[in-house]
Nanobody, 120 residues
Framework: QVQLLESGGGLAQEGGSLELSCVAS????????MVWYRQGPGQQRELVAA???????NYANSVRGRFTIFRDNARNTTYLQMRALKTEDTAVYYC??????????????WGQGTQVTVSS
């Protein structure tokens, strides 16, 4: 059984930093794109950052230059380094990945979400 487990959320001051991590556990053979989404209060879920298996990154305009996405393929982990946080970054952050298990088809998985709250 494959699962995505996020950690690292919490409370930060405006202008501060946080780092989120997301690890895939279980019978993981390979991972395709790894993506961070977020959903603020009363808002739709939006893409924040994505990284493909070769390290090519893509960012939402609202976070470009402040957030950095990394991946460690050996550890089946992706990280989201968040700097210069703004109150509008407050949201539940979700990890998403397409994972090939050792046996079976490639499926898409979501993490449970981790709350990030930025105070002014």
């Amino acid at each position: 059984q494959v699962q995505l487990l996020e950690s690292g959320g919490g409370l930060a001051q405006e202008g501060g930093s946080l780092e989120l991590s997301c690890v895939a556990s279980g019978s993981v053979y390979a991972m395709n794109d790894m993506v961070w989404y977020r959903q603020g209060p009363g808002q739709q879920r939006e893409l924040v950052a994505a990284i493909n298996p070769n390290g090519l990154r893509n960012y939402a305009n609202s976070v470009r230059g402040r957030f950095t996405i990394f991946r460690d393929n050996a550890r089946n982990t992706t990280y989201l380094q968040m700097r210069a946080l703004k109150t509008e970054d407050t949201a539940v952050y979700y990890c998403h990945a397409q994972i090939a298990p050792r046996i079976g088809p490639i499926l898409a998985y979501w993490g449970q979400g981790t709350q990030v709250t930025v105070s002014s």
